[in-house]
Nanobody, 125 residues
Framework: QVRLVESGGGLVQAGGSLRLSCAAS????????MGWFRQAPGKEREFVAA?????????VYANSVKGRFTISRDNAKNTVYLQMNSLKPEDTAVYYC?????????????????WGQGTQVTVSS
């Protein structure tokens, strides 16, 4: 099991940027596929971005964030990041970091074994 702690959320104006971080405990972080999901009030948790385990670090993005968000990982720091640029009001949600035992990237919530507590991102118009 991996413990995940998100940080970096906040209030930003439309067009602005934020960088979310997810710090993981455990010695096998490099093997974990990591992902970011978000959940707005009254809506289901939706996929945002994912990165595979290992050194290849393959990435995949939801169409709604492609070209604006970038997921990356630093295995030496046991941390995964989500750089969010050109933010829109519809990006407002609680953002969750997830970790799963896979060398490939994972895009479904049920594929993940561990979750962080979430961090609020609010984008004002």
């Amino acid at each position: 099991q991996v413990r995940l702690v998100e940080s970096g959320g906040g209030l930003v104006q439309a067009g602005g940027s934020l960088r979310l971080s997810c710090a993981a405990s455990g010695r096998t972080f490099s093997r974990y596929a990591m992902g970011w999901f978000r959940q707005a009030p009254g809506k289901e948790r939706e996929f945002v971005a994912a990165i595979s385990g290992g050194n290849l670090a393959r990435t995949v993005y939801a169409n709604s964030v492609k070209g604006r968000f970038t997921i990356s990982r630093d295995n030496a720091k046991n941390t995964v990041y989500l750089q969010m640029n050109s933010l829109k009001p519809e990006d407002t949600a609680v953002y969750y970091c997830g970790g799963g035992s896979s060398w490939s990237y994972l895009t479904k919530p049920h594929e993940y074994d561990d979750w962080g507590q979430g961090t609020q991102v609010t984008v004002s118009s």
